[in-house]
């Protein structure tokens, strides 16, 4: 059984921060590239932020890029989001997903094979 879980999520005043966690379980978690993804209200699902399997490649969109960081830590089986600088247009719930992939951070959303459940982001004076 694949799972993963994140958790960090909350209550944050705009300019404020957040650090979002993933973990993983059941699986080599070493082969696998992971994206952060989120999703507001009446809105697509689109990725925030991109990490290869070795952790030497991120990627992020012009609308977080700067102010949002990726990393992860395969001895610990996680992956990090560090939030800063939150706009109320962050809002949102965010999700971790992976797929096995040796090389490259970033996949077309529909390729990635794990998800996790999410944990909301409010962002609000």
């Known amino acids: 059984q694949l799972q993963l879980v994140e958790s960090g999520g909350g209550l944050v005043q705009p300019g404020g921060s957040l650090r979002l966690t993933c973990v993983a379980s059941?699986?080599?978690?070493?082969?696998?590239?992971v994206g952060w993804f989120r999703q507001a209200p009446g809105k697509v699902r689109e990725g925030v932020a991109y990490i290869s399997s070795s952790g030497d490649s991120t990627n992020y969109p012009d609308s977080v890029e700067g102010r949002f960081t990726i990393s992860r830590d395969d001895a610990k089986r996680q992956v990090y989001l560090q939030m800063n600088n939150l706009k109320p247009d962050d809002a949102a719930v965010y999700y971790c997903?992976?797929?096995?992939?040796?090389?490259?951070?970033?996949?077309?959303?529909?390729?990635?094979?794990?998800w996790g459940k999410g944990t909301q982001v409010t962002v609000s004076s």
């Open positions: 059941g699986f080599n978690f070493d082969y696998y590239a």
């Open positions: 997903a992976a797929v096995a992939r040796s090389k490259g951070a970033q996949f077309p959303i529909y390729e990635y094979d794990w």
